[in-house]
Structures are given as C-alpha cells and as structure tokens.
C-alpha cells in the first residue's frame, strides 16, 4: 500500500499561474482533506470531501477550488496563484463516519513568485 | 471561535531529559483529540484520545485529556535524538470530519 500520494512534490509558479495539485490514496477511505502548512500557523483546512461526489469548504478556502474525481482521487486546484499562497499543502484521507485518524500525504511545497 | 493553542512553542532539551507539552483548547463540542508527530514531512498518528482521565501510552510516550480544565499532555520520558519533530494537536470536530490544529511544539533532543 502507498497510502497517501502526492504530486508534485515541488512546484514554483509565477504570480496569475493556474495549476492543480493530485492527491490519492490506496486505503478505500471514505474523506479526504486539503491543509495548507505556513510557519507559525499549524496546519488549516482548505476544503474536504466527505464522500465521492460531495466537497466543503474548510477555514481557508479563497482562491482554491476542489474535485473529488473518484473515492480514490481528491484534487486542488489555484485558478490565479497569489504570493500568499506560497506553502506546504498536505492531502490527507480518513475512513469517516467514527475513525477520527487521518493519513497525510508527503506534501508539496509551493513557490508564487 | 474554536482554537487549540499548545505551549512551548519549541523546547530544546538534551537526551534523557522528560518533556510534557501542553495543548489547551476553546472548543464547544469536539469527538477526539489527536496527537501527530512531525518530523520533515507528513504527520504521523500517535494518540486518540475521547475520554477524560484515560492515560495512552505508546513506548515512553503517553498522553491523557482533561475536558474539564479543557487541555491535553503529552509526555515523553528517556527522550531521544530521534523524538526531535514538531508534536501537533489537534480536535476533531463533532458531526463533521474537521480537524482543528495548534501551532505545534518544536521539539530538539541534542546527545
């Protein structure tokens, strides 16, 4: 099992620059999650999924939008990056409904120049 | 607003040394508590915890919940180069699959 996959692992993108980051997993989870990491601020939840076809916003959704393309698959797009969205973004996936422990992906660093 | 606030930011200790880290939060209605370690990449699980006063423990790592006084420990004893990382807590919301994380504590265990 991989568990959690991410790609890519490095980006850097100039400022208006559109891109998705992939995020899938291998452990027939029912949620999947998108967290963004800055220094001094945790981990923050940008959208999740809590099922296949169903998605909602977390505490810092602008400028992100998201597609649960399959139970397996959970995408984050940037429609027009922004220097403050420079970051790690973590995926994350949980089996839902009573198991609280969620499975991170290795992450992606983010540069918007 | 719901908020986990955990103390020391960061603490430097040398091996063998016992630390406790702190998580407090203001949180109304929440179904768990998690612990995470994170060293240079992803978190990894280390504790759930749902009720008041039941000690987990792992190895030399342990934590128990206090929901009266609203907060969380966590200890570790006999520490290691290796227990180096960032220790992050986190609530998990009722009626929802939202984690609320803390800022976390840097950890540094020197030989």
């Known amino acids: 099992n991989a568990g959690v996959t991410q790609t890519p692992k490095f980006q850097v993108l100039k400022t208006g620059q559109s891109m998705t980051l992939q995020c899938a997993q291998d452990?027939?989870?029912?949620?999947m999650y998108w967290y963004r990491q800055d220094p001094g601020m945790g981990l923050r939840l940008i959208y999740y999924?809590?099922?296949?076809?169903?998605?909602d916003k977390g505490e810092v959704p602008n400028g992100y939008n998201v597609s649960r393309l399959n139970k397996r698959e959970f995408s984050l797009r940037l429609e027009s990056a922004a220097p403050s969205q420079t970051s790690v973004y973590f995926c994350?996936?949980?089996?839902?409904?009573?198991?609280?422990?969620?499975?991170f992906g290795p992450g992606t660093r983010l540069t918007v120049t | 607003e719901d908020k986990v606030v955990q103390s020391p930011l960061s603490l430097v200790v040398h091996e063998g040394d016992t630390v406790t880290l702190n998580c407090s939060y203001e949180?109304?209605?929440?179904?768990?508590l998690l612990w995470y370690k994170q060293e240079k990449k992803a978190p990894t699980f280390l504790f759930m915890l749902?009720?008041?006063?039941i000690e987990k423990k792992s190895g030399r790592l342990s934590s128990i919940l206090d929901k009266k006084e609203l907060f969380s420990i966590l200890n570790i004893t006999a520490t290691q180069t290796g227990d180096s990382a960032v220790y992050l807590c986190a609530l998990l919301l009722y009626n929802t699959d939202k984690l609320i994380f803390g800022t976390g504590t840097r950890l540094q265990v020197f030989p």
């Open positions: 999924s809590a099922s296949e076809g169903t998605t």
């Open positions: 994350a996936s949980s089996d839902g409904g009573g198991s609280d422990e969620q499975y």
């Open positions: 452990m027939n989870h029912n949620s």
């Open positions: 949180v109304t209605n929440f179904r768990s």
């Open positions: 749902t009720s008041s006063g």
